[in-house]
């Protein structure tokens, strides 16, 4: 008979390397889109445009592939880690899959009520934008109910990584929520520019996940002391904190 302590940890390891290699095809798919980019022109930048499919592939895979990794310090139980895993995983899929289909029909992917199946697809993006706020919120909540394990600094990083990146949760939903208004008020192309000034707070905040983690990883590869490898990941948790700081005058200052 097989030990179910066993069998969890097989199931785990499974979904993790799932989950590195969905992460690994989505910034393919960002990358050949790129190509597609320099063989096809058109505008990088507006609500069409091959940047989205890039950006958000990149993103989505490079976000994806450093969650599995950083909740790996996360004190969590091991069954409820793989599903949220699994959820996230899934709704990276259909985030990048929708807004890529959308690029193809040359039609704006978020906020766009044009006709109903881009408004179909409008909304399973959105909803698809608050399965991820739930899922990253119940691992940065995990974080901070116990300290995570890991090297000199990691507790620091994995916390103040997730914490920043609910800043750029919350900066994506005020973008949708903000279109959304625009939208069913009759002002379409108000909605699609209406983003710009959240986009570098968004940008900016999402990658902390992984760039403080992997600095205090790094770190740990070094002779120097845990106090100096802490003493270090607090000034660049401090620095991370006035460029989103920066970034969030930014916003007000361009609304």
Known sequence: MK???A??????????????????????????????????GGPWDG????????????????????????TS????????????????????????????????????????????????????LAVGGGVLVVVLTVFAVASFRHRPDGPAGMALAVRSGFAILLVALASGAAMIARGVVLTR??????????????????GVSLHAVLVLPLLAWLLSRTSASARTRWRTVAAATGCYAVAVAGAVVWAVLAY
Request: charged content about 15%; hydrophobic content about 50%; aromatic content about 8%.
């Open 3 to 5: 030990n179910p302590r």
């Open 7 to 40: 069998v969890r940890r097989a199931v785990g390891r499974a979904v993790e390397r799932l989950c590195h290699a969905t992460g690994l095809l989505l910034m393919l798919s960002g990358l050949a889109h790129l190509v597609v980019f320099a063989v096809d």
């Open 47 to 70: 609500p069409v445009s091959w940047r989205k499919p890039v950006t958000f592939g990149l993103s989505f895979g490079v976000t994806l592939m450093a969650v599995v990794w950083v």
């Open 73 to 124: 310090y996360v004190r969590l139980g091991a069954r409820t880690r793989v599903v949220l895993l699994a959820v996230f995983a899934a709704d990276c899929v259909v985030e990048v899959g929708g807004i890529t289909l959308q690029a193809w029909r040359r039609v704006p992917s978020h906020l766009n009520m044009e006709t109903p199946f881009d408004t179909g697809v409008s909304m399973m």
């Open 185 to 202: 008020t009759g002002h379409q192309e108000g909605a699609y520019h209406s983003t710009a000034p959240l986009k570098p707070l968004h």
